[in-house]
């Protein structure tokens, strides 16, 4: 891991909604963060703050809240600021993904502030004034405006997917060897000479478009049980003697 | 640009709380999307709902509402569920950037629905059994559940990023539809019932396994005919009489 998430702190400058503050928490805690900052925030420790929060509730609880944005950010070895407006004076914006990649590194370990402005008005001017870097989400230019909760949440989304090396599903499936693949093709070109399938339709070109849309499934090896299960249960019945009434 | 973002619909499967629905539709045009399609919905047309919708407001009066999912998605060339929860017949599940980098651009300029469920239980048991891909967000597995509009904001936001100039792949073959990959699974599981394979193994499991496989596959519409041929030709060949001397 290229830094700790444990070290960054999500500081909210101003915030003017309880639900909002409550939903940033959420979205923190989905994506593994915990240190909320607050500074001169709305009545947090309420129903409305603490209903979207849900589980994530032990973080409002936690929270630290500041009278003033100095005294929040006075120990942080580096401060990001989140804004949507460019302009010489806060060239060069970066991007998130830039964010986690290139700075959040650099902190080596030790605290990172990162200011969210309010709802209305993002981050003042002395706010911008002490951040180190500016960070902007891409966006629709017709409508580049993030709702404060949806902002915390992109930008703690990009923190914890540069964190941790993502695998879904703890217990991935075992894909199916070559072997059990080549086993199933084999099994599916018997049968299919069988019923006279191959034989009058160009078996070449049958054959391989079988194997390449399985293929292109990445089977696991479950799937493939499953299909020579099929394949199985189809000989079987074509031994069956006929019911001459039909069926 | 590998898709186009103008085929891709949000699709809301009985979503519960206005609130969610607004912020949804803000979350959507924020990332360039507009077609919010809405199955059962809470009562959006109201200040709940157009008050976090903001200048998003025109995705709400536009929403499409439909009295259930299959009418709402009938016309899909490719229906993507969202969901967290894993399970062998789920898997594989893919993140966000994989359906975007892999599986939007293969379905060729054709109408996509992305799937969401209800805020309290995600999508049904019947409504996964109809995606062809699943994805699930990464999250911290100590709290994985995503409020709903996050959810599709962080959906909504790895399309943005993943739009860039739109090319038409002049060579591409035609993509089965979902009428005639319908119809190929309906095909399949009379046959496996004819042959009592769905009967002994969960025919549940077998059938939803079956589908997702091809689904990854992404069908086209030659191998579909392949595939129905082979189906067909098996039951041609389980109604002739049997050679009692054996084959």
Known sequence: MAFDPSTIRIVLVHPQTPENIGMAARAMKNCGLSRLVLVCPADFRSAAAYRPAMEAFPILEGAEVHPDLLLAIGNSRLVIGTTRRGGQDRSPLIT??????EVLPRAQGKEVSILFGAEKDGLSRDAVDRC????????????PSFNLAQAVL?????????????RVGAEKPALASSRSREDLYRHLEALLHRIGFLHENHPGRILSTVRRLFGRAILEEREVRILRGI???LEWALDQPRNEKGR
């Not at 998130?96 to 990649?101: E, I």
């Open 132 to 143: 180190d870097v500016l960070v902007t989400i891409p966006a629709n230019p017709d409508f």
């Open 154 to 166: 992109l930008v703690s989304y990009e923190i914890f997917r540069g964190t941790v090396a993502w």
């Open 231 to 233: 394949l199985s249960q």
């Open 96 to 101: 998130p993904s830039d964010l986690v990649r």
